[in-house]
């Protein structure tokens, strides 16, 4: 290796982040109380994670989609209490008190505290409300986490004035990855890419960071209409999913199936080629549901009209030589993918042939976002 090479090695060992970097410092707070309010978005995966090592960490690296519709509203209003021997909160959901959800967020406080030992000098009240249906396969607990995040660094932030933007955003993703992996990826950016990955500079296994290079034009407010099939609670949650990949008779070729179709989505993301995308992302779509099918126990989260959907997307591009593709996530809903110019014909498409598919003929139209944003600050 060359001199200059080693010096370029060394750089990026130097500014590389590990868990201690997100450890906060200790401090003497002046602050009683306060609130914020943040909104965070959904994501959808182009390149799909499916099972995950110890401490939230992924077993291969995604990439995807922010939108911009489809995202968690959470207030966080806290007071300094005398008692730091516990956490201490309240939960509202949609303005109702939600006992059910206070163990996950119990358990995030637990795995956070380490890196944020100021939450046990506060009483917090968490009001959270989603602008789409809870657990039905539009990623709820990536939105929320992330919400939740950003609302946790605006305190940090208020604690230590000193601490730099981008140490703001990496450890809101740090610390949403440990509420729900696949929230580190709604923090910030319009694509997102989480996981170590040899052609994605930055790239962690610790936090999402913003696609390192410029996304081409035929991406720019990509549209994703998201086709609402099933909207009750899953069958199999996607903890359980993940955790059925340790053993599976596939997983090592899915991960390095992942981690070829990372590097060709780079390519593609960034030379405008809308066949190869659609050939990537609806072959990830169904790899991931593969692999649910082919777990033991295994499961099917599609629904039939899925499929129905899935084929009349075929049969239209075929036909029209329009670029429209889905995708799916963890759940029966179908995502519907497609450049902001074909707009109107694709929603055309839509509403005469694929409404009928949808549970009570239930759709939202949403596109590519910027991430998670601040609403309020007091």
């Known amino acids: 290796m060359s001199n200059t090479s080693k010096k370029v090695s060394l750089s990026k060992l130097i500014f590389m982040k590990t868990e201690t970097d997100f450890i906060s410092k200790s401090f003497g707070s002046t602050i009683e109380n306060g609130s914020f309010t943040w909104s965070a978005p ?25 939108l911009n ?24 959901f949609e303005g109702q008190p939600k006992e059910d959800f206070k163990p996950k967020i119990q358990k ?30 539009i990623a709820s607990s990536a939105s929320g986490m992330a919400a939740l995040a950003m609302n946790i660094m605006s ?49 962690s296994d610790l936090f999402g960071v913003e696609f390192p290079v410029a996304v081409h034009s035929n991406f720019k407010n990509y549209q994703d209409t998201i086709l609402l099939v099933d909207k009750g609670e899953k069958q199999v949650s996607s903890t359980v999913g993940h955790d059925l990949m340790h ?16 590097s060709r989505l780079k390519t593609v993301l960034e030379t405008g080629d809308l066949n190869a995308f659609v050939q990537i992302v609806e072959s990830e779509a169904l ?29 239209f591009r075929r036909n029209s030589n329009i670029s429209v593709c889905f995708t799916l996530d963890a759940g029966a809903n179908v995502h519907v ?23 009570n003929g239930q759709y939202i139209c949403d596109a590519i976002g910027q991430g998670s944003q601040l609403i309020i600050d007091n």
């Open 155 to 203: 305190l940090e932030k208020a604690l230590h004035p000193e601490i730099t933007e981008d140490y703001f955003y990496q450890k809101a993703s740090f610390l949403a990855r440990l509420g729900s992996g696949s929230a580190c990826r709604s923090i910030k950016g319009e694509v997102v890419v989480w996981g170590n990955h040899a052609a994605v500079e930055g790239s």
């Open 287 to 315: 790899t991931l549901h593969a692999m649910m099918m082919t777990s033991m126990p295994y499961f099917i989260l599609m629904k039939p009209n899925t499929l129905e959907i899935i084929n009349r997307i075929w049969e």
């Open 247 to 262: 053993n599976h008779p596939y997983a090592q070729q899915r991960f390095q199936q992942a981690h070829d179709n990372l």
């Open 337 to 359: 993918l497609y450049p902001e110019n074909d707009s109107v014909k694709v929603l055309q498409f839509i509403k005469n042939e694929l409404v009928g598919y949808c549970q």
């Open 42 to 66: 959904s994501n959808i995966a182009l390149v799909k994670y499916w099972g995950k090592k110890e401490h939230q960490i992924p077993a291969n690296p995604s990439v995807s989609f922010t």
């Open 108 to 137: 995030f406080f637990e795995r956070i505290e380490r890196y944020c030992p100021y939450l046990k000098h506060f009483h917090f009240s968490i009001d959270t409300r989603n602008t789409f249906p809870h657990s039905s396969g």
């Open 69 to 92: 519709t489809c995202k968690t509203i959470t207030q966080l209003t806290f007071t300094k209490k005398e008692n730091t021997e516990n956490f201490s909160f309240d939960l509202l």
